[in-house]
């Protein structure tokens, strides 16, 4: 079975401040991470995946496997990143993808 | 960028009564299109993945009988749900996968229909 946890289902942050919405997952074989963020009135939309490696809006993520962990982080948060974001995962060879229960960024001016 | 549309967009129907959704990959080609169902705070849960010319695959304790799905070609899955009840209720979103080069498949979402049943 595959389940991704986000322990937060609310994070506010100042303007500037650092941000870091935690995800843990569970799966036995090598899945793939996604980031998925839905701004206000608007529909779910892929932020980054962890093969890219890339750097989207500012935000990172780095697939730790020791710790089955798919943090998000950004180094200064900006007041047109909150939104809420899903952390997602995808096991090897499946197309169903399975969502955590997202956790709203707040980000304070 | 790859665009899905879902139609309507919001629907309020009757208990007892069918009511259909349409999800529609606008300008590319989705062999494989999802069904989600999303309850207020609550993270998206997949109903079924529905792949074009066969029969959808429900997730479990998804009645197929009740959630009917027809991918008919490859820009068109439609969600009818029958026999709608009050906790039918809920917010329905679809999803069209595009195979990228040597990235795997992403999803993309159509922006969800609100289904109230009275």
């Known amino acids: 079975a595959q389940r991704v946890t986000q322990p937060e289902k609310l994070l506010s942050v100042f303007k500037g401040a650092p941000v870091e919405l935690k995800c843990n997952y569970s799966y036995s074989g090598s899945p793939e991470l996604f980031w998925y963020v839905q701004y206000s009135r608007q529909r779910l939309q892929l932020l980054l995946r962890?093969?890219s490696r890339e750097s989207i809006k500012g935000f990172t993520a780095d697939l730790n496997k020791g710790e089955t962990s798919f943090h998000l982080k950004k180094p200064f948060a900006q007041e047109e990143d909150s939104a809420m974001y899903y952390c997602?995962?995808?096991?090897?060879?499946?197309?169903?993808?399975?969502f955590g229960i997202g956790t709203k960024l707040q980000v304070i001016p | 960028g790859a665009v899905v549309s879902q139609h309507p967009s919001w629907v309020i129907c009757k208990s007892g009564t069918s009511v259909k959704i349409e999800c529609r990959s606008l300008?590319?080609?989705?062999?494989?299109m999802f069904w989600y169902r999303q309850f207020p705070k609550q993270s998206l849960m997949l109903m079924a993945t529905?792949?074009?010319?066969?029969?959808?695959?429900?997730e479990q304790g998804v009645e197929k009988d009740k959630f009917l799905i027809n991918h008919a070609s490859l820009t068109l899955s439609t969600l009818t749900v029958t026999s709608a009840h009050p906790e039918d209720s809920s917010f329905y979103i679809c999803s069209a996968s595009v195979r990228l080069r040597g990235q795997g498949d992403e999803q993309y979402f159509g922006p969800g229909t609100r289904l109230t049943v009275t």
């Open positions: 997602a995962l995808r096991g090897s060879g499946y197309q169903k993808v399975t």
């Open positions: 300008d590319f080609q989705a062999t494989t």
């Open positions: 529905s792949n074009e010319g066969s029969k959808a695959t429900y």
């Open positions: 962890h093969i």
